[in-house]
Each structure stands twice: as structure tokens, then as C-alpha cells.
């Protein structure tokens, strides 16, 4: 094995460019990976490696021959399992569709795919999504690559885990309340939410809500923008969905001065005024603040009002759930797992008032955040409340000593900032107390994603030369 699995995409990008590395030999390393790491973390839970492997040999033909190579000619992708794949198993993670085999591709996919990618399996998540913890009854619990008893974090637990063991460069991720940034900060590896409607989908029930988005996992925020570029554009059938206006890698790669961190003053917040965060976590958050907020020309404490964003959550995400799944718990509730039925259950006890107070406060929720701009250029805060937690647990039931009231309430730190229509970046930013990683949010203005990028690129710098960047797990 020569480990070319280790470079960075863009590194691999440029070398299979130029005939320095075959897609083939890139491929093999990928696929050794996940032979000799899967085993221990289950993140790759259906794979397609002869095909892949014919992919390969197309694409360095391609390059052989002069022909045309997209922006992601060459590289391996893993797919989360909640995207159709034409022709490879896609579960959701539940039971009632343990055996299905869509005959076409999701958006992001056909788009990867497009792009020159070449898919190379499918990732682990929880039933449909629903959970912050990654295991299922088809496939299992997916583990930490820092220690295996302990979660990845979820939904996209399965592509931060496969990303952090170097099984391939680049995954989808997909996020609701937090489902792409917990496991990118519970494994050291970079997620991004991108503004909704960047990154198009014809996938989801609810097109019309902005809680659900699609959006690009890698080891660094260039890899991200690489494969961000790839994936962003409009699309008919999406309706919040814009065009991908400036998003070429060429964009990202050109600095400027309205991205240069030392021009910018940051806003920081502990808990964003809503979020309960264990106290270690807050100590710790404390103690890389400088680093970060050094990267800047000024930084100032954020004071804002989030305190109902907890409840609009509640009401719109069992909305949107009751539409998504409603109809099949109905008809299946006897093979769908506790976290699906209480989403739906949860909608039963909400009335059309209720609907209608949690739009109007969403609204209210994004005007107060969008005003925060008028004085900070970017947010940062932590990614996760907690330290990663024993595997067998569905989430924490308890921070600092205080009961929590569901599965999510643990995620506010995220799912509060679902609600602003913001883009966020989760960085890698060094270990914990417990020594697990430990990850920060920085949230730019809406459509502002390029931006944020470049920024979130400047900060991940600083944060590598002071030691508190990636961390890689030790086998």
C-alpha cells in the first residue's frame, strides 16, 4: 500500500492531472483502507469495488488519451446511505427498504458522478436520518475511529468515520440539526452546511423547508470546496435552489482581501444563548478561543436572543418528518425504529396554531441573527455540547447534571443555527479533555459560502500551526 489514500483531493487531483498517479493505484489504496479499517468502525456499509474499479480504468484512459476530466476526475467518494445510487443497495438505514436497489441516482450523486468521482460505496446513518448517534438495525452502530465503544456522531456518522481512516477523500453528508457537523467534530475531519439551496436536491418531501441540506464532508476545507464546487447549482425540481454563481475551485483558490481573516472581527458564543454545553466542553472551547479569534483583526462576545429556537426546532422538524415518513410508519411502524416514530408522533401533538406560531417565529429567528452581521463579519462557537459517548447510548441524557427531554436536545448548538439559514463549516480544532476531537462551527452570512470557505481555510492554517488542527487516529 503507498498511501496515496492519505493525500489531500486537491493533491491527488492535481497528480492524477498530470499522470503522476493512476486512478487505479488511488483506488487500490482507498479500498485497502476500508479492508483493513472498516472491520473495527463499520462505516462502509455496502460497497461497489469491481465497478469502481472499472471507473478507474475509464478514467485513466481518459487521461491517457487527452480527453475531457471533470473537476473530480479520478477520485474516490463515499455515499451516504440516505442518497440513491443507481444499481447499489441504498437502505436509509431501515429495515423496510433493507434490500433496495434505486434505478437512479440522487442529485448529488449524478453531479459527483459527473464531475469525473467515482463511487466506491455507501456510509453508515441512523433509520432515515433521525439521530445524532449513527447505528441502525440493518448495518449496526458505526464507532469512532479514536475509539470504536464510542460514537461518530450522526446521521453522516458513517462518512466522518470512513473519511477520518483515509477510506476515501471525499463524502456526502446531509444535514438537519446538526447531522453533517457533530460527526465531523466527533471525528476531526471538515463538514460544511452550505446555505440552503446551494447544493440542490430533488430528494426531499419538504422541498419547500430550509432545515434540510445536502453538503460536502473531506480531511480539509480546500478538499471541501473542491468537491463543493462540484456538487452546488440549481435545479427545476428543488425550489429553494439557486445557481452555483462563482463556485469554480479557481474562485477558492484566488485569496482576497474581504476574506482575509486579519480584516474581519469574529463574534464568539459559548452556547448561543440556548444551548446547554457540558462544562469541559466549555473550558475547552475557552482555551483554543485565542488561537482562533488571534486569526482575526478583532473579536468581540455575540449576544443574541435564541431562545426559541428550541421550540420552533421541535415543531418543524416532526412537520417536515410526519410529511417525509408519516405515511410509512403508518403502515410499518412494527419494522421502524423509536427515533423515526416519535418525529411522527411528535407531529400528532401539534395543532395548525402551533405550525403557524414556529413559521413566524423562524422568521423572526433568521431577521434577529442576520442583524448580528451588522457588526461581526463571522460566528464561531462549538460544534458539539458533549464529548463523544458510549455507543450504546441512543444520546446523552444528562449535561452538567441537568435531564435533557429527547433525542436532540443535546444538539442545540447545532440545530439553533439549522434555523438562521446560515452556512456553516465544522473545523477540526485539536482533542478534548477526554482526548477525543473536538470540533468549532463558524457560521458566515447567508449565501456567503465561498467567503466562509476562504476564512474557515485561513483559520484551519492557523489552528495546524499551533498543533490543534486534524487529528489523524492511531490504528
Known amino acids: 500500500m503507498s498511501d496515496y489514500n492519505r493525500l489531500s483531493a486537491v493533491k491527488m487531483r492535481q497528480m492524477l492531472g498530470v499522470g503522476e498517479l493512476a486512478a ?3 483506488l487500490t489504496d482507498c479500498i485497502a483502507a476500508i479492508d483493513d479499517v472498516n472491520p473495527q468502525v463499520n462505516a462502509v456499509v455496502t460497497s461497489c469495488f469491481d465497478h469502481a474499479r472499472q471507473q478507474a480504468l475509464v478514467c485513466d484512459a481518459a487521461q491517457a488519451n487527452g480527453g475531457p476530466c471533470g473537476p473530480l476526475h479520478g477520485l474516490p467518494v463515499l455515499i ?9 443497495r441504498t437502505t436509509y438505514g431501515s429495515r423496510c427498504f433493507a434490500d433496495h436497489v434505486p434505478n437512479k441516482d440522487a442529485l448529488i450523486v ?25 447505528r441502525n ?23 466522518a468515520a470512513a473519511l477520518a481512516c483515509d477510506m476515501a477523500p471525499l463524502a456526502t453528508g446531509s444535514d438537519l440539526g446538526g447531522s453533517l457537523r457533530i460527526p465531523a467534530s466527533f471525528c476531526s475531519v471538515v463538514g460544511m452546511r452550505p446555505t440552503p439551496g446551494v447544493v440542490a436536491s430533488r430528494s426531499y418531501v419538504s422541498g419547500f423547508s430550509p432545515l434540510w441540506c445536502d453538503g460536502p464532508m473531506a480531511r480539509t476545507v480546500e478538499d471541501v470546496a473542491l468537491m463543493l464546487s462540484a456538487i452546488a447549482g440549481q435545479d427545476a425540481a428543488d425550489p429553494l435552489s439557486s445557481p452555483a454563481t462563482g463556485f469554480d475551485f479557481v474562485a477558492f483558490e484566488n485569496g482576497d482581501a474581504a476574506t482575509d481573516p486579519a480584516q474581519l472581527c469574529v463574534g464568539f458564543s459559548t452556547d448561543l444563548g440556548v444551548a446547554a454545553i457540558d462544562d469541559a466542553i466549555r473550558d475547552v472551547f475557552a482555551q483554543r478561543l485565542p488561537v482562533v479569534s488571534g486569526c482575526f483583526g478583532a473579536s468581540a462576545p455575540v449576544d443574541i436572543d435564541l431562545s426559541e429556537t428550541t421550540e420552533v426546532f421541535k415543531i418543524l422538524r416532526a412537520e417536515s418528518m410526519a410529511a417525509s415518513y408519516g405515511a410509512l410508519v403508518a403502515q410499518n411502524a412494527g419494522q421502524i425504529g423509536p427515533n423515526v416514530i416519535g418525529n411522527v408522533r411528535d407531529a400528532e401533538r401539534y395543532s395548525l396554531t402551533d405550525a403557524a406560531w414556529a413559521n413566524a417565529a423562524h422568521t423572526r429567528i433568521y431577521r434577529r441573527f442576520q442583524a448580528l452581521f451588522d457588526e461581526i463579519d463571522v460566528l464561531i462557537c462549538p460544534a458539539t455540547a458533549v464529548t463523544p459517548f458510549p455507543l450504546g447510548q441512543n444520546h446523552p441524557d444528562t449535561i452538567n447534571g441537568a435531564p435533557l427531554e429527547g433525542y436532540f436536545a443535546w444538539v442545540a448548538i447545532t440545530s439553533a443555527l439549522s434555523l438562521t439559514g446560515c452556512p456553516v463549516v465544522t473545523l477540526p480544532c485539536g482533542l478534548d479533555h477526554a482526548g477525543m476531537p473536538f470540533g468549532v462551527q463558524l457560521v458566515g452570512r447567508p449565501h456567503g459560502d465561498l467567503a466562509l470557505l476562504k476564512i474557515a481555510h485561513r483559520v484551519e492554517q492557523a489552528l495546524m500551526r499551533q498543533g490543534l488542527g486534524r487529528v489523524i487516529p492511531q490504528p
Open 24 to 26: 487505479v493505484d488511488l
Open 80 to 88: 451516504k446511505d440516505l442518497m440513491d445510487t443507481a444499481g447499489l
Open 137 to 159: 438495525l440493518v448495518f449496526g452502530a458505526t464507532g469512532n475511529p479514536f475509539d470504536p465503544a464510542l460514537t461518530s456522531g450522526g446521521s453522516s456518522g458513517g462518512s
Open 110 to 134: 449524478e453531479r459527483l458522478k459527473a464531475a469525473g468521482a467515482i463511487v466506491l460505496g455507501k456510509t453508515n446513518t441512523p433509520e432515515f436520518g433521525a439521530g445524532a448517534n449513527t
